[in-house]
């Protein structure tokens, strides 16, 4: 089946420090990948996608690459903001499939 | 820009009882999709629809029902509500499918 393993949180950094969220994924067709971060009270916001292998997303001074070979698709941050706590999923879809599978979710912190 | 816009933003219901959640979609977007998060889970999926007809299903209740009206928005009717239905509910729509999907702020739904 397809599903979406992630890093386990919460995690809790420094301001500027640099970031990691791990995501994994088992697909049995060709998915598309995505990034999506809730901010407490709100919906799902779309951060970045990636649609094929090797493609990177960015987005806010986020990154993520699609690594085919490792079936990965970690999140990384260079230098993180207080304004960054949220909550981050990893998700995926399959082509020609509707639905998104997400990832269990990582609840960031940000200290100043 | 104009977003996906959920209504009641929160609902208070009893066992047994009936709710019914909308979901207006963005402007031009034919593709709308359901999908349940319980607390500190991720969204799981439970339908979609594609111009007004339903294209993919999850694992959405018997005791559930959706259907997207000729405007496209969309309805979401839950009978016979059970405790363990309190959660966040979200809409989500895309301009068609394979298109990444853009969420409302939710519905929390809480059963007393």
């Known amino acids: 089946g397809n599903s979406v393993t992630q890093m386990e949180g919460p995690v809790t950094l420094s301001e500027e420090a640099f970031l990691t969220i791990n995501c994994t994924y088992t697909?049995?067709?060709?998915?598309?990948l995505f990034w999506y971060v809730q901010y407490p009270g709100e919906g799902l916001q779309l951060l970045l996608k990636a649609t094929k292998a090797d493609d990177k997303g960015s987005n806010k001074g986020f990154e993520a690459t699609y690594r085919k070979e490792t079936t990965s698709f970690h999140l990384e941050k260079g230098s993180v903001q207080v304004s960054d706590s949220a909550v981050y999923f990893c998700a995926l879809a399959i082509e020609g499939a509707q639905k998104l599978v997400f990832g269990q979710g990582t609840r960031l912190t940000i200290n100043p | 820009a104009a977003g996906v816009i959920q209504s009641p933003r929160h609902l208070i219901k009893e066992k047994r009882e009936t709710a019914t959640l909308k979901c207006y979609p963005i402007?031009?977007?034919?593709?709308v999709y359901w999908y349940q998060q319980g607390p500190g889970q991720d969204p799981q999926f439970l339908i979609s629809?594609?111009?007004?007809?339903?294209?993919d299903k999850g694992s959405i209740p018997d005791r559930f029902s959706a259907q997207q009206f000729s405007d496209y928005h969309s309805e979401l009717n839950m009978s016979s509500l059970e405790l363990g239905d309190s959660a966040l509910y979200f809409c989500?729509?895309?301009?068609?499918?394979?298109?990444?999907?853009?969420f409302g702020d939710g519905t929390r739904l809480s059963i007393l």
């Open positions: 697909a049995t067709g060709y998915p598309s």
């Open positions: 402007p031009r977007h034919d593709t």
């Open positions: 629809f594609y111009e007004k007809m339903q294209s």
């Open positions: 989500a729509s895309s301009s068609r499918v394979g298109q990444p999907q853009h």
